[in-house]
Nanobody, 115 residues
């Protein structure tokens, strides 16, 4: 059974930082593209960042220069370092693993940024 477990969310003041983690079990983490998503109020779920199995990263324009995605294949874990956080970054952040037609989701972790 494939499982994704996120952690690291919390409450932080604007301008602060958080690091989210997502650990994957039950399959070969190394071959999956890993991504972080969020769903702003009243909007569709949006991709925040993803990292390919060979380490190439891509970011939404809204987080470029502030967020960094990385992965540790030895630990089956993907990270999202979030700096210079803004109130509009408040959301539930979900981890996802993609490969071909397979997609797995984590349960989400809440990030709240106070002004």
């Amino acid at each position: 059974q494939v499982q994704l477990v996120e952690s690291g969310g919390g409450l932080v003041q604007a301008g602060g930082s958080l690091r989210l983690s997502c650990s994957m079990s039950g399959t070969n983490f190394n071959i999956y593209r890993m991504g972080w998503y969020r769903r702003p109020p009243g909007k569709e779920r949006e991709l925040v960042a993803f990292i390919t199995s060979d380490g190439r990263a891509n970011y939404a324009d809204s987080v470029k220069g502030r967020f960094t995605i990385s992965r540790d294949n030895a630990k089956n874990t993907v990270y999202l370092q979030m700096n210079s956080l803004k109130p509009e970054d408040t959301d539930v952040y979900y981890c996802a693993a993609d490969r071909l037609l397979d997609r797995y989701w984590g349960q989400g972790t809440q990030v709240t940024v106070s002004s």
